[in-house]
Every structure is written in C-alpha cells, then in structure tokens.
C-alpha cells in the first residue's frame, strides 16, 4: 500500500506539529479535580478575562451569527487605523497574527526561499516557513538577545523575510530603538521586514516601528487581541504596512478569514483603555512580585517585559510535571532548546501565589 506520505508534500514530514499551553480541562480530566481548581499560567493569556465591553459586544454580535462578516473587517480596520494615526489601507485582520504570518507565507514565500530569525525565537516562524518549503535560518542568540548584526550577515539572495519579534517570546527580551534604526537603515531594500509585536502594550517605553510603515519601507508590524485584550479564543489579530503591501497580502485571505463575532469584539475590545490599563497594572505589580520571589528563592531568570517571566529551574520538563500534579500548569521550554527553562506568565495576585507555593514545594 502506498504511504500517505508519498503523496504529501515532502516538507511537511519533519514538520512537528504545534505545542500549545496544556489545556485546563485536559489537566483537570487527568487529575481528576474540577477545571475550577486549575491555575493555568502556561499561554500568556490575560488573567482578568476578556474586556467586560467585548463580551457584550460579542453577546449582541451572536444574534447577527446568520450574516456572513464583513471579510475585510471595515469597521475595526477604521478604528485601529484611526488610533495609529494611520489609513485603514495599512491594516488587515487575521484569525490570530498567526494568521497574518501565514498570509506573508501565501505572498512571499516560494520552495527553497530562505526565512532569517532568531534561535530561540518564536517557533510559529518556522512551522509556517517549513510548510511552504522555505529554509529558515535561525542566528545565534547566546546571551538571549537577538542580534540584528547576525541577521543582516544571515542574508543570502535567496532570502525573502526576516522575522523580529520584539519583545520575543518565550526569552521575553526586548530590542532597543537604536539597535532597531540601525537595523533598518542597513537591511536591503528587497527583504521584508516583520516585527511581532504581540506584546507591545505591555511595553512602558515601546520602540517605535511604524514610522518605518510612514517612509514606506517593505515591513509588517503584527499586533494581537490574543494578550493584552484577553481575546485569545476568539482569535484575532492584525498586520500594519504600507497599502500596497496589504493589497498583496489581502489577495491571500480567505473570503471570511475572520468571523464577525471576533471583529465585533475586537472593535469593543479597542476602545476599552480602563480594562488595558488595569491589565498592565495587574501584569507590572504580578510580574515584580514573581521576579522578588524569585530572587529570594535564589533561582535565576530573566526579567521579563511582557506578562511572562522565563525562570531557569535546572530540569524544565520534570518541574512542569510536578507542578501539574500541584495544579499548576507552566510552560516546559525544551521544544525550545531551553531545556532547563520554565515560563510562567504573570496571572492575578491569586494564582501568581498558588504558582509561587506550588514552585517552592517542588524546588525544596
Ligand atoms: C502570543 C503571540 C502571538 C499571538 O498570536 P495570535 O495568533 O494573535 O494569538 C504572536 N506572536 C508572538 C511572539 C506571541 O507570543
């Protein structure tokens, strides 16, 4: 019998499928407790839930579920533009930013084309790269920083998109606007530039990225509802460029890529800035709280700048176990090559202590 895998393209082979968080109820079903009783810090998810102003939003979104949605997102793709001082031409919205990656996969990438990241970078870069039968190459990254310099050195004439994401996620590392001024000003005027900024209202002193959309230069800054907005299971993101690139990339998407209830969300979710701020707050007091801890139990980590903090606990994947029997998920980094590292992303003062006890027990 012919294997399945003679016929599939043969990229997709070795192409491991993606590992989210675990779930709650899974580990509840496996401990045989209420999902209630699970502490899950393990997907950088908002710990106050979504925008009180976007459940109702969606609430009164479901009674239109019969339409089909506005495919392009108009209203919303207005309201961000609007905020960012920006076209609604230079937005286009995703189901996730994830979404947004793929469709620069769609524009961009062709079999045997090379993709320039970090190590250690976020790993759905690589996933989407590997699918179109593009190469990525990942630059060293020893001390946890990204190097822009051995970015640029990475470039090959067959190379299409470098991906940045800023702050990075699982290192929770920034780069600075001068390292990033001095990247563009040197990066070649055929390689489109992509900064991931999922992360960045978490960011007190954000660099900025859009003044390079302003001089029409080839970059994409993706941006998400999935963190600060509390929306990720509503899945929806979105990709800022210049209008001609984002006609490119509007060319890729489905009819409906994203539903109506997500955009209707969304929107609501945008112009909620009490429940972003009071987000922010909880993030800034539980991430420093974490990293005191931390620095009295005398285990390392990396302060983090985004709702998430990396802690270095010797054997990552047998603390994550010990910590599920406790109830507690983390996220184990070995698929990263960060076999000793654990990241736990800041929740309310509630679970950050459950996840504080829960540790010390099992580092005891
Ligand atoms: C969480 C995260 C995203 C968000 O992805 P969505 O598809 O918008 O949920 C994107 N990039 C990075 C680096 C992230 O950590």
């Known amino acids: 019998m012919t294997s399945i895998w003679e016929l599939a393209n043969p990229q997709l082979r070795d192409l491991a499928v993606y590992q989210p968080g675990k779930p709650i109820e899974e580990t509840a079903r496996e401990l045989d407790v209420d999902p209630g009783a699970i502490t899950k810090l393990a997907s950088n998810e908002n710990p106050l839930g979504p925008s009180p102003k976007a459940i109702h939003a969606t609430r009164a979104a479901a009674e239109n579920a019969h339409l089909y949605p506005d495919g392009g997102g108009f209203y919303l793709c207005k309201a961000i533009a609007a905020r960012l001082g920006l076209a ?23 079999l045997d084309d090379d993709v320039i990241t970090s190590e250690y970078a976020f790993i759905v870069y690589k996933l989407i790269a590997t699918s179109f039968g593009a190469q990525t190459i990942e630059t060293p990254s020893p001390d946890f920083q990204q190097n822009l310099d051995a970015m640029l050195d990475a470039i090959t004439p067959k190379t299409r998109l470098i991906f940045i994401p800023n702050p990075n996620n699982p290192t929770g590392t920034l780069i600075s606007q001068r390292k990033i001024d001095r990247f563009m000003s040197r990066v070649p005027e055929n390689i489109i530039v992509v900064f991931d900024e999922a992360y960045f209202e978490f ?61 209707a969300g969304a929107l609501a979710a945008l112009n909620d800035d009490a429940h972003q701020r009071e987000t922010k707050r909880v993030v800034d007091e539980g991430r ?36 599920l029997a406790r109830k507690v998920i983390v996220r184990p980094l070995k698929g990263y090559n960060l076999p000793e590292w654990i990241r736990i992303s800041v929740g309310t003062m ?15």
């Open 203 to 263: 960011l007190d002193n954000p660099p900025d990225t859009l003044r390079f959309v302003r001089e029409g230069r080839n970059i994409v800054v993706l941006r998400t509802f999935s963190k600060i907005h509390g929306l990720a299971g509503l899945r929806i993101g979105y990709g800022i460029a210049g209008a001609d690139l984002i006609e490119v990339l509007q060319k890729t998407r489905q009819p409906f890529n994203v539903n109506s209830i997500a955009h």
């Open 350 to 364: 509630d679970q950050n202590k459950k996840c504080i006890a829960a540790l010390k027990d099992v580092l005891k």
């Open 88 to 110: 609604p031409e230079n937005i286009i919205s995703g189901n996730g930013s994830n979404e947004v990656i793929e469709f620069l996969g769609h524009a961009f990438l062709n």
């Open 288 to 323: 420093a709280y974490l990293q005191e801890q931390f620095t009295e139990m005398k285990v390392r980590f990396v302060p983090g700048m985004a709702n998430f903090v990396r802690v270095n606990v010797g054997d990552g994947a047998a603390v994550f176990e010990r910590l």
